[in-house]
């Protein structure tokens, strides 16, 4: 698996508190010159971000990071970054939803989100760091009933991100439609082709283009 490969498949993150235009302006440049699969910026950038590059796969996040946030507030973000330009949305699911057992109520909410897209690619994010095997079973299968493109493992934000484990187990509770985002912890080139040959589609990571730069030698990339 060679170094484009693993960058076609990278959502290229940015989404620190601290972050400015000139960091979000960076990412976008350079997830333009490395053909990534799209660029992960704020909500309040997408507008500026899709003025700039209107070539660029733009994908924002919604609900993020802590996923508490109602389901209309949810719905009224992601109106917003689809109008603003947003290719691709990132949700957080309420996970005390999922603590409490209400899954028909995290369902009810990613296909409001879902409509809200309006044919836009949608990954839902369970943060598998505070689940238990079980109740990550039960949100493949939620995420494959809602009809949603991905399931996502991570905010990045949480106690801990990606894990090999969490992609087989995703890959054999998901249905055929969905695919997986794995995300969080991503920090080398292996882990990037550890976590695409167990069955990931997309890698959400800041840290990939940097470390790839030093080993494309072909300036016309």
């Not at 990954?123 to 995420?143: A, D, N, Q, S």
């Not at 695409?196 to 790839?212: E, H, M, P, Q, Y």
């Amino acid at each position: 698996m060679d170094i484009k490969e693993i960058l076609s498949r990278v959502d290229h993150t940015i989404l620190k508190p601290e972050t400015v235009w000139e960091d979000v302006d960076r990412v976008c440049a350079e997830a333009v010159k490395y053909s990534v699969a799209s660029v992960c910026i704020p909500p309040s950038f997408v507008r500026r971000a899709r003025y700039h590059y209107p070539e660029l796969n733009i994908c924002t996040v919604v609900g993020f990071p802590n996923g508490y946030n109602s389901p209309f507030a949810k719905e009224f973000e992601t109106i917003l970054a689809v109008k603003d330009g947003a290719d691709e949305i990132d949700m957080v699911i309420n996970i005390g939803l999922v603590k409490e057992g209400r899954y028909d109520e995290v369902l009810s909410e990613i296909l409001l989100i879902r409509e809200a897209c309006h044919g836009k690619i949608l990954k839902v994010i369970i943060e598998t760091c505070l689940l238990t095997e079980e109740e990550k079973i039960e949100m493949c299968k939620v995420v494959t009933k809602s009809g949603a493109d991905y399931i996502k493992t991570s905010t990045g934000f949480g106690s801990g991100g990606a894990t090999r484990r969490d992609i087989l187990l995703f890959k054999e509770h998901i249905g055929d439609s969905v695919k997986i985002k794995a995300a969080g912890g991503i920090k080398s080139l292996e882990d990037a082709k550890d976590f695409i040959v167990l069955g990931a589609d997309r890698l959400g990571t800041s840290s990939l283009v940097k470390l790839a730069e030093g080993l494309i030698v072909d300036s016309s990339y």
